[in-house]
């Protein structure tokens, strides 16, 4: 059983730019969620997806985007990238049948915004 | 909203000490309750957890108990060791299925 995987480990962007990154879920898990961990803080809910459809988001603007695919694999998409979106994006996966489920995180991206 | 708080670190112990963390947090309904930790440069990794009041998490030698009445899960270790010097944060999940995180407490163990 494979665990939960993102890639790239690392980025470097500038201001403007667009990002992508991804996430491979937990065998066996259909839901996927996304933090957002800025230095010395705990993680911020970004948004969550279930079966390929956004299934609750957190307080972040309208430029943090998401997909998940059949697999239940999923993107994150940030455009117009700004100095504080410098952070560790965390990914979770878990089973969600009938109610929230223990998750289980990737090792992050992180991204750096100059 | 709910939310949760833990308690300002680092914490600096010696090896062997006991260990407590404290947590407690504001949330409607029963949500369930959580321990992550993180080593330096990784990602999360569930330490332990309790979904109902009175249960009692346990792993690695760690434990939590979900106080309902205290509104509290307390991260408990009676003899740490070096290799336990990371990042411990607490969280609660409620029926919205996103995890609620604590401002995380830095654990440092001296040899």
């Known amino acids: 059983e494979t665990g939960v995987t993102q890639s790239p480990t690392h980025l470097i962007k500038t201001r403007g730019q667009q990002v992508t990154l991804r996430c491979s879920s937990q065998s066996g898990h259909n839901t996927v969620s996304w933090y957002q961990q800025a230095l010395g803080q705990g993680p911020q809910f970004i948004f969550q997806?279930?079966?390929?459809?956004?299934?609750g988001r957190g307080n972040f603007p309208p430029r943090f985007s998401g997909l998940q695919f059949p697999n239940y694999s999923s993107e994150l998409n940030v455009n117009a990238l700004e100095l504080d979106d410098s952070a560790l994006y965390l990914c979770?996966?878990?089973?969600?049948?009938?109610?929230?489920?223990?998750?289980?995180f990737g090792p992050g991206t992180r991204l750096t915004v100059l | 909203g709910d939310s949760v708080t833990q308690m300002e670190g680092p914490v600096t112990l010696s090896e062997e000490a006991f260990l407590t963390i404290n947590c407690t947090y504001t949330?409607?309904?029963?949500?369930?309750l959580f321990w992550y930790v993180q080593y330096p440069g990784e990602g999360l990794q569930l330490l332990l957890k309790a979904t109902k009041a009175d249960d009692k998490g346990s792993n690695k030698g760690f434990e939590a108990t979900y106080r309902k009445e205290t509104t509290s899960f307390h991260l408990e270790k009676g003899s740490v060791q070096v290799s336990d010097s990371a990042v411990y944060f607490c969280a609660l999940e409620g029926n919205t299925g996103k995890l609620i995180f604590g401002q995380g407490t830095t654990l440092q163990v001296k040899p």
């Open positions: 997806y279930y079966r390929e459809e956004e299934n």
């Open positions: 979770a996966s878990s089973l969600l049948a009938g109610g929230p489920d223990t998750q289980y």
């Open positions: 949330a409607t309904g029963y949500p369930s």
